[in-house]
């Protein structure tokens, strides 16, 4: 008995064994665990507890109104410290450090604000960090964070005082196609060095092929905001002066002023030309007792001029009103709207000139209280004294219409002046002679840092001398019948001038060349976009 049980026990060897296979089994039991744990903990560190905070948004089709109050990022100041703010902007640069944090510069106009997301425990976690780095520069974007006073300046954004803590990131509309140039490239000085390797310099050729890009920059967003108040100023000086605003139309029958430089279009069994300037239905206006009227509506040239400062179509700021006793009444009348032009940009809008001259610097345009008026022969004179050979001033070119302007800011510190009395010659049929010296006119132009801005005059009111002086310009007075008729009826003496809305944009500014100052321009050789 003893013996079988003997013979039934494990031996020695065995329990060893069998104590090894159990720690075994035991270490594979804790790795088991451990990894299970590593697992959960990659897990919970990998789960996205940021789902609905972040992503694309469905196409806006106006599915809902909320009423939910926007920002503007200009209005916001260390006032706003801890405040909640929900904003649509673009995303004008983004920067990612690491995968912690990304750095947006959002953009709204001329105005940038810099916003910071960074991984919060249970609230920005690594997978939106990471998607807000991935957006394309000029991502439309919706964004609610809160702000933040910022414990030194933002030399990065307009808006230096504060910036924006993301707590919730929407892209409203991304774009579709790599940019041709970026906007940082586009909105550089045009006076900084080019260095090979640290920034593409942006031709206007190529701006113009992109213009709605280009058109995003804060200094064209700045130059279209000034733009958009000269002519309200313009506006609101004639309306203060007893104008009423009309509205002519573009096609008309017969060439304005000279058939050379008129477009010639198709109409129905004839022919019909667009409208060099609303001349005739100004002057017709007056001849219908309407006594002083503006108009601000497109122009049409059909030069072949490739110049800085022409274009095929442009905005004209035109004026015709009655006179009582002088020309002058005119000139001087107009002399007044310029100088309340240049004061109300300099006193409204500062801050759109400085963000132009960040980039196009220049020095700050003037003018005096009282303007200096020349004559034609006084500034010939001056040009003469200058060098300028007379033989070559029956006219003042444009060489030498600039030359003028440095005259005139040395020797009267101005960039604002008139020239009147210029040689009938030069003027249409339309124009005034002068009383006394019938090789003269009662016109004048009026000049920007050497450059014609606005030329008017007093008109002819007599029908059968207006047919007379057509007559002598090669123009028959039966192709402009409708015209005439105006005058046979009886219309008080009357003058008036155009103006090119883009050329004084560019002047004021000194951009240089006029389509920059168009919002999309067009010159012999561009009809797109």
């Known amino acids: 008995m003893s013996s079988a049980n003997s013979s039934d026990a494990p031996t020695k060897s065995a329990l060893k064994k069998a104590a090894k296979e159990a720690e075994k089994a035991k270490k594979k039991a804790e790795k088991a665990v451990k990894v299970m744990g590593a697992e959960q903990a990659r897990a919970a560190a990998d789960e996205d507890y940021s789902v609905g905070r972040y992503g694309k948004l469905p196409m806006h089709q106006s599915q809902s109104r909320q009423n939910r109050e926007r920002t503007d990022i200009s209005t916001l100041t260390a006032l706003h ?54 957006l394309a520069d000029e991502s439309i974007v919706l964004v609610e964070g809160v702000v933040k006073k910022s414990p030194e300046p933002i030399k990065s954004a307009s808006v230096s005082e504060v910036e924006i803590h993301v707590l919730e990131l929407r892209l409203l509309s991304g774009i579709e196609s790599r940019l041709p140039f970026s906007l940082e490239d586009a909105s550089r000085s045009e ?22 890009l280009d058109l995003r920059t804060t200094t064209n967003q700045a130059i279209f905001k000034l733009q958009h108040a000269i002519g309200n100023l313009f506006r609101d000086y004639l309306n203060a002066n007893g104008f009423t605003e009309i509205h002519s139309p573009k096609l008309q029958g ?18 019909a030309y667009l409208a060099q300037s609303p001349q005739l239905a100004k002057q017709m206006a007056i001849a219908a007792d309407f006594e002083r009227v503006y108009e601000i ?7 072949d001029s490739n110049t800085h400062r022409h274009m095929t179509e442009f905005v004209g700021l035109d004026l015709e009103m009655a006179i009582e006793e002088h020309y002058h009444e005119v000139r001087d009348l107009i002399d007044g709207m310029f100088k309340a032009i240049f004061e109300g940009l300099k006193e409204k809008y500062a801050h759109e000139i400085a963000v132009v001259r960040q980039q196009f610097e220049a020095e700050e345009f003037k003018w005096k209280e009282e303007t200096p008026v020349l004559t034609f022969k006084e500034a010939v004179d001056l040009l003469v004294e200058d060098g300028v050979d007379r033989e070559v001033l029956d006219d003042i070119n444009t060489e030498n219409e600039k030359r003028l302007g440095r005259i005139v800011r040395a020797k009267y510190d101005t960039d604002y002046f008139i020239v009147d009395k210029f040689p009938m010659a030069l003027r249409p049929f339309y124009t005034m002679p002068d009383p006394e010296d019938p090789t003269l ?51 008080p003496p009357h003058g008036g001038g155009g103006i090119g809305l883009e050329r004084v944009l560019m002047l004021f500014l000194k951009l240089n060349n006029i389509r920059r100052a168009s919002l999309f321009p067009r010159d012999p050789k561009r009809l797109e976009p």
């Not at 006076?191 to 709605?212: C, H, I, K, S, Y």
């Not at 509506?297 to 030069?303: G, H, I, W």
């Open 81 to 134: 410290d801890g405040k909640q703010v929900l904003v649509r902007a673009r995303i004008q640069t983004s920067r990612l450090q690491g995968n912690k944090m990304v750095f947006l510069n959002l953009r709204q106009r001329t105005n940038t604000v810099q916003a910071l997301m960074s991984v919060t425990k249970d609230t920005i976690s690594k997978q939106m960090v990471k998607w807000a780095g991935s």
């Open 191 to 212: 006076t900084a060095p080019e260095v090979e390797g640290q920034f593409n310099r942006v031709l206007l050729d190529t701006r113009l092929n992109n213009r709605v």
């Open 254 to 271: 017969a060439a304005t002023e000279s058939g050379a430089s008129v477009f010639k279009v198709d109409y129905f069994k004839g022919n």
């Open 297 to 303: 509506a497109p122009v049409f040239r059909a030069e």
């Open 441 to 491: 006119s009662n016109s004048y132009d009026f000049f920007m840092r050497g450059e014609e801005i606005m030329s008017g005059a007093q008109r002819i009111h007599d029908p059968d001398f207006l047919c007379k002086q057509m007559r002598t310009k090669g123009v028959d007075p039966d192709s402009m019948k409708g015209y005439l008729d105006g005058f046979r009826l009886g219309c």
